[in-house]
């Protein structure tokens, strides 16, 4: 059996959603499923144990930065990433593209590969589907990811061709560079924002010998609505018996879009991000907008939990948004942890929730609910 | 039986040390012992249950901070200290007074008590023996301090003179503007770096009807040796029957010289504040000075956990050196949690070790074993 592989389990009635399991050497998790992002081998402010609690089964660390430092070597000494970040459960290392596109300066790209600076000292480095392959075999994570390009937003048509057709033939690369046989390989179909070569890219890798097929390249900046297309017409052509993953997205809306379009896994700095801005998820009955901003002068005298009913670690324990307010206004650390603790738990809440709505067959019910309370924001 | 008393078990045979209980409303605690800092309402980047787990009973919150924000009446209309920071053993408030010395502007100091501009927003204060009471009663700390002048070092004899007479007059209102009978009040001696002054303040200290006794505006900036000198011509006259309190210390051989003069209760943002700039506190055994800089290089494939043998969460869970390392120069916050972890619990165990030893009547013995092995800074 391979290292890594999907087991659809349902299929929603109405939509394209699925419940599934991911299958991989550290232990199965069920799908739709939302990795916690650990960029730099922790997850911003928490503890490995405290993740954990949260029920995240799976999370994703940064092959960029952790490439750049401490080096895959070190962490391949320390006995690889779990041992490193003392983590028991599956992790997935992206490949370092998207990083590289977006955080390093002076980057060149080649057939080969990308020569860039290092965000951190300005140093010359290169990555290739290769060093990418071999980096993330160090690092020894659950599931490694091709090397590909992540097209800026916009781009003409034959920017896009030009790039997704070098990412296929580095993901062709990133296959053969394979070494490591207890991690599995996800490919990443591109095509910036045009159908055919989205349609395209999604025959072609899914069509490779991957583990799973992951969707990059949305959520940069386009429309709504342009993104939900461009994801329906490259799930329409990924193969039903591998795992979907939409890379670098989750809010909550975007989330069920995704789920409804029959993607299986998540991963965003979204929820830790904007716990250290002061901000709490919540659901659209509690706030339209799915968000408290922790600041406010509204919460000063408010002595209630974030959200009636949650059983994350500040919920349960009766912090209240007083209290809250106080920590962020007074920077203290512990209040970071406390949103980021509230936030995550809130999106693993909601994963689950997608699922048992897929396996009664009321997905449709459950978004539709979500989005009758929801106000959007007018961006993205 | 009075809110907060204490009991004494055991002296040393050879030293003044002294092994006792504290009894409070939240509890009964051995001592000596040493308070972690909750400034604001939270002891840096520390959760309560973690604070409670790493064996620390009472912890000390600032008045000043408090009053100055969120503002005591919040505090009392959330239920209290206690239960705004969801803290269930003891608190000790300080009364304000170090830090409108040490932290405000443009103070003016009258008869009256002490006008500053908070350092916040600027806007105008006032703190007095009565205001800092009463904002100690509406937080409903187990524990509230007299309220005091710290006096500056260097100061001439005259000033000191007439600022310690003035901290006794505001003790006496200290004293008198009680009103919360679940709360103990604490003197604190002043006294400069005068010998006869400090003998003269923990007789009249001592003579007053407080719960316990503190040595204040020690450990300002004075040459150790007339630190030590000062707290032992304290101590030497301060009741035996009640706690004494050496505020504002908290290094491993100041922690030794303050117990072998007979003090039972310190407290100071030393563990946590080095934690933040990314040290470690361990015993001289490991590191002559006390202390590992997690920056360094020599740590960078350093496997081994902080100390040997060491029962904190860090320790205990194998998070190596390296990986310390690694979050500290990353800026990530879980490093500076994984340190304040283990710096507090570090000097949990050193005070309770030292309580075994004076219980044994070796804590000479203790005391010198520390000292072959330390090599002390040249400040202070």
Redesign the interface.
Known sequence: MAAVYYELIHKDAATGARAGILHTPHGKFLTPLFMPVGT???V????P?EVQNLGAGIILANTY?LFL??GAE?VK???GLHR???WTHAILTDSGGFQVFSLSDLRKITEDGVKFRSHIDGSEKFLSPEISIATQAALGSDIAMAFDECIPYPADYDYAKISTERTHRWAERSLNAATNPKQGIFGICQGGMYEDLRAESAKVIGAMNFAGCAVGGLSVGEPRNVMYRMLEVSTKFLPENKARYLMGVGTPDHLLEGVARGVDMFDCVFPTRVARNGMAMVSPQTNSRGRLVMKNSEF??D?APLEPNCDC?TCR????R??I???V??D??????LLALHNLRYLQRFMSNMREAILADSFNDFRENFFAAYEADNHA
């Open positions: 730099q081998a922790t911003k402010t928490l503890s144990h930065h430092r401490p070190l000494k320390a006995g490193f970040m003392n000063t005298e002595f670690y324990n009766k912090f209240t007083a209290y307010r106080h920590l206004r007074a203290e650390i512990f209040g970071l942890r």
